[in-house]
T-cell receptor, first 112, second 112 residues
């Protein structure tokens, strides 16, 4: 069965530090992969997506993610976080019918 | 990109009553999706709404509890019927456009 695992329920990093949020998926074919961010009281906003091609994907707000087929991973990274990055981050995979399967989310806490 | 207007943004309702949530999109879309996000949880797909046909419900969700209308290609409603405190959640409307999911701001429902 298709699934998405975000092993970290929450992560705390200092402002200015680097960030990596983990995402592992289980899907038989080549997946469509997404990272979304949900700020407090807001809807979800797409950070970046991977469909094919270059496995290192650049997104908005300085985020990037790398697709590693051998590890079934699509980890999200940012070299230097800002206090405004505090939010919940969701990894998702879309099947061929474009039904999204969501990870449980990782809450990012920024220490001043 | 699609812009989605969802209302109400929040409501507090008495148990046993019903609430209808509206979702308006600024462009015509084939499929609209309704999600539930329970406190501290990820997104769970309730149903997919296509214009001109019955909504397709996911396992655990039934039409009597969550009736959906889709009168045209830009509008949909979700009704949460006979509410109980367990229905307290954020309800999100979503559309897919060029393989990207767009979300409304969500409706935060509290049932007392």
């Amino acid at each position: 069965a298709q699934s998405v695992t975000q092993p970290d329920i929450h992560i705390t990093v200092s402002e200015g530090a680097s960030l990596e949020l983990r995402c592992n998926y289980s899907y038989g074919a080549t997946p469509y992969l997404f990272w979304y961010v949900q700020s407090p009281g807001q809807g979800l906003q797409l950070l970046l997506k991977y469909f094919s091609g270059d496995t290192l994907v650049q997104g908005i707000k300085g985020f990037e993610a790398e697709f590693k087929r051998s590890q079934s991973s699509f980890n999200l990274r940012k070299p230097s976080v800002h206090w405004s990055d505090a939010a919940e981050y969701f990894c998702a995979v879309a099947d061929s019918n474009y039904q999204l399967i969501w990870g449980a989310g990782t809450k990012l806490i920024i220490k001043p | 990109s699609a812009v989605i207007s969802q209302k109400p943004s929040r409501d507090i309702c008495q148990r046993g009553t019903s609430l209808t949530i509206q979702c308006q999109v600024d462009s015509q879309v084939t499929m609209m999706f309704w999600y539930r996000q329970q406190p501290g949880q990820s997104l769970t797909l309730i149903a997919t709404a296509n214009q001109g046909s019955e909504a397709t419900y996911e396992s655990g969700f039934v039409i009597d509890k969550f009736p959906i209308s889709r009168p045209n290609l830009t509008f949909s409603t979700l009704t949460v019927s006979n509410m109980s405190p367990e229905d307290s959640s954020i309800y999100l409307c979503s559309v897919e456009d060029h393989r990207e999911a767009f979300f409304g701001q969500g409706t935060r429902l509290t049932v007392v």
